[in-house]
Structure formats: structure tokens, C-alpha cells
């Protein structure tokens, strides 16, 4: 069997997506359709909507876009419900653009941006090659992994860590109401990001201390996030956890870091964690949860496989972590992703 080539069990249920009755119907308006809302997000149509219809010169002029051709992307949406065309000809936001504003309180426009956007959509259109080799595609096309091109990358690395940080907004509320934070002292996000998630957990647990933990390029963008009181609770610690993982706390939690990474480079950064860690400690992993039944991971499982990573199944997440000196106490499922809770064995 090639690389990563492990076999799941058949899912015999059809999943609880859309069922469109032509595969055409995702085809064309789903790879064209990705890259028109990728276009008007940047142009930030949107947002100039957010007041009421406008006309498509008043838009063009505001968006410094051409006319007539703004004019077929905004015609070429409204087919998909994205902007409604009203009879006196001007456009409008419909709610699945309104979510595209910049300041819409669950905005989506980052994520707009993100995969449609040519360091995912070059890999992306070379899938059927990762497909047939078990390989990811991404360092042949960028002749780099996918992490030294964020980091030689200032503006996509920019459009990911943006991504990232709107996705904490997601899952924070699901986090905080599934998990007690309170009993724990002193928590490192490895992995953090920009420290979304710390800043979250540490705003709702006022005892915690916390630890931000990630590349040095990433948390420049820290000191914006974590600031105010939150400032005096938390340390930002830059480093690769290849390396070392910042020692001697009693928890530690990785949130999308683990799914990044084939099994060797996982088990290494598990690794690095199991000798940080303190030896009555919690660690814990959000991650999707490739057997999950009600949550398939479905898609995003592809993104991983062009850019080096995997989704895991609940068996495979045993075999890594008890591999690092790990042994899992509970998982719980929450609405997007699950929590494995594990302590040091
Ligand atoms: C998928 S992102 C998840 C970010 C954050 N945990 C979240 O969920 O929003 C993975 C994170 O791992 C970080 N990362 C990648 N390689 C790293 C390394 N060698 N050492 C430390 N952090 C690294 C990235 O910079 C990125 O912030």
C-alpha cells in the first residue's frame, strides 16, 4: 500500500449534505463559483453593500473594479444565490454575502480569501496527483513544505493566520461550554496561532494562566490579540516545536496543529509535548474527527492530503498518541471538531 495509503471502514449512510441531482451541478458552479466569490470578497462587494442596493457603476467606482465586467461576476453569483439583481438593475447582499462583510459578528470573508487563493489552488488543481502517488503535491509545485512557504510568505501567510483566528470565533463558544478550564494552572496553545483560542479560554477562565506557543513570524501578530489584562496572565514564547515545547506546565492544547502533519512529524511534536509536559498533566487536541458519524471531516480531508497532512480517525489518534506516551481519558464531540482529553502514561 502507498504512503498514507491506510483503509477506513465504508460508510454505507449517505451523508447529510446537499444532494445536488447532476454531478455538473457541483462541478461548474463549485470550481467557478469558489473563484468568483474569492473575487468579489477581495473587492470587498460586500461590504460596499452593506447599506442598501448599490449600482453597479457606483460599485465598480468604489471597488476601483471594471464595470462591465464587475457587472458579469455580480450577474454570474446572483445565479447562485450569492447578490440578488433587483428589476432597477442594482445589487444587493443576500445572507450568503451578508456573511462576506468584514465586520458581520461571524464573518466569513477570511475564509473566503483563504482557499481560493493561488497557494491552495494551485495543490488543490493538482489533486488527482497526490491521488495517484499518496504524496502531497505541494512541496513539488512551491519547493517547499507548506509551513517554510507561510513562513517566506508574508501576505498568504497573512490570508492563513486571518483564517485561522476567524475560525477560533467558531470554535471557542463549542470549547468553553463542552470543557472545565478551571482546574487547570497553567495552559500552552501549541501551535496558538495569533492566540485567538488562549485569548478566549484565559477571558472565561480568570484563574488560568496561559502560554502562547508558535513560530516567531506568528506571533508578531500576538501583542494585538492578547492584550489588555490578558497581557499580565500570558506568556507569547516563540519557538518549533520540532524542537522543544515550552516546559513544565500542567496542560497543553493543540488545536488543528496535529492533522497538519503526516505520522512521523506528528509524532515527534507529541513527543516534544510528552517530555514538557508535567507528569500528572492534560493534554488536549481539537481536531476533526475522520469517524465521527455525525460530523464527517469530508473535504477538508483533500486539503490535507496536497499539503502533507491527514484527518485521523478515533483509532488512528490511539496508535499516535499512545506511540508519544499518551493515553486518552475521554473525547468529546462537539459540533465541528472533538476534544481528545489525555494524560501522560
Ligand atoms: C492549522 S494552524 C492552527 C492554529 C491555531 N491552533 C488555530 O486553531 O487557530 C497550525 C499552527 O501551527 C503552527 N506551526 C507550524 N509549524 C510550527 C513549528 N514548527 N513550531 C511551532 N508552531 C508551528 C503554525 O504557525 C500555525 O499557527
Redesign the pocket.
Known sequence: MKRGGRLRPLRTSVPDTIMASSPMQYIWPGIIGAQAIHAAAKLRIPDLLASGPRSIVELAADSGADAAALDRLLRALSTLGMFALSADGRFSNTPLTDVLRTDHPQSQRDAALFLPAAFLWRPLGELYESVSTGEPVFPRIFGQR??EY?ATHPDD?AV??AV??Q??AF?SPALLAAYDFSRLERLV??????G??LRDILSATPGLRGVL???P??VLGAGEVLNGDLRARCQIVA?????SVPEGADAY?????I??WPDEDAAR?LGNTRRAILKDGTLLL?ENMADAASRPVGVIDLLMLVIGGRERTEADFRTLLSGAGFAINRIIHMEASSLIECRPV
Open positions: 507548506f509551513f507561510l501567510a492563513f493566520n485561522m483566528t475560525g477560533v470554535t496553545d501549541v501551535g496558538g496561532g495569533e485567538a483560542l506557543f508558535d513560530l513570524q506568528v519557538g518549533d516545536f520540532f524542537h492544547i493543540m488545536k488543528g496543529v492533522h497538519d511534536i481539537v
